[in-house]
């Protein structure tokens, strides 16, 4: 899934927070049918029908609210690339220990390009494109379009991140550039006209905020939980 970014802003803008705390706990909703399924515990299509749905809607909610964050953070101008740079190297480094962790705990489906990774990489581009809302919905597009047109086949595995891969790849979390980084990119541009809109009043957090706010911490533990309890009371 995703987590959140920084929002510079002295006062938070409580939707944005609401709607990735609200994702958020989608999400776990989500790794606790996906794990028992996983774990052939219980039979849940977690890939099909409403639980596809589900799923699509949880992740355009994080995804989005990356978009939303970095036109936040960008009010305040000053070291905003330097900034955005230090935390997508931050987030970078968690995700290569979760490939490191999956590669031991799940060798055949391990963690090459997940969550983490792509969102780090959104935060390179995305604060480049910031204040371009044209070009990053164009961009956003064009990446959608090639992903249909394009068969996602390869020979080599160094492709992943880009969305080509061998048939025989398989893995447990997985969001490539091609064309998941179109979402972020919608998430700017739509950030643009919400501004223009006054749509981003700031004020006291609420609790599905706070969630929100410690999304990162969330998405870090959770997993861990769900399969101790699992472990625990089920298997």
Known sequence: MGIMLENSTKSRVIWVDSLRGLAILFMIV?????????LNILSIEVFKG????????TQWMFFLTVGFSLYLSHKNPKGYIRRQWLRALKLFGIAMLLTLISHIFIPADYIRFGALHFISVSILIGALLVRMPLISLVTAVGLYVFSVFTA?????????PFGFY?????TVDYFPIIPWLGVPLVGITLAHVLDKAKLFKTGETNLLGKVGQKALVIYLIHQPIILAFIHLFIV
């Open 152 to 160: 996602p086949y390869v020979e080599t595995s160094l492709l992943i």
């Open 50 to 57: 409403g639980w596809h749905v589900f799923v699509r809607i």
């Open 166 to 170: 061998p048939t025989s790849f398989a």
């Open 30 to 38: 989500y790794h606790i049918a996906f794990d028992l399924n996983y």
